[in-house]
Nanobody
Framework: QVQLVESGGGLVQAGGSLRLSCAAS????????MGWFRQAPGKEREFVAA????????SYTNSVKGRFTISRDNAKNTVYLQMNSLKPEDTAVYYC?????????????????????WGQGTQVTVSS
């Protein structure tokens, strides 16, 4: 069992930055591909970014490329999402996700993935 707890959300003006963190319980954090999804009001949950177990393979949805950076610290059981140049359309609840993978260097999470575990979400609101 893996428990995920997000933090770092809040209210920020357009153009600002936030850093989300997701702390995972358990000793097997390094066995999971980690990712971030988001859900805006009235919309379906969408994939944002994911990172392989080793950190060497990363993918982003097109709308956040060049603005968001995902990273992980396996020693701290934590994954991060640095969000810069935020836009009002980035407003959403951001969810951390974990998906077990036997492949240390392959990023296997994407828009159609059904991750094994989810966090409770953290609200990000970007004002114009």
């Amino acid at each position: 069992q893996v428990q995920l707890v997000e933090s770092g959300g809040g209210l920020v003006q357009a153009g600002g930055s936030l850093r989300l963190s997701c702390a995972a319980s358990g000793r097997t954090f390094s066995m999971y591909v980690m990712g971030w999804f988001r859900q805006a009001p009235g919309k379906e949950r969408e994939f944002v970014a994911a990172i392989s177990r080793s950190g060497g393979s990363i993918s982003y949805t097109n709308s956040v490329k060049g603005r968001f950076t995902i990273s992980r610290d396996n020693a701290k059981n934590t994954v991060y999402l640095q969000m810069n140049s935020l836009k009002p359309e980035d407003t959403a609840v951001y969810y951390c996700a974990a998906d077990y993978s036997p492949y240390p260097s392959t990023q296997t999470m994407g828009p159609r993935t059904q991750p094994d575990y989810w966090g409770q979400g953290t609200q990000v609101t970007v004002s114009s």
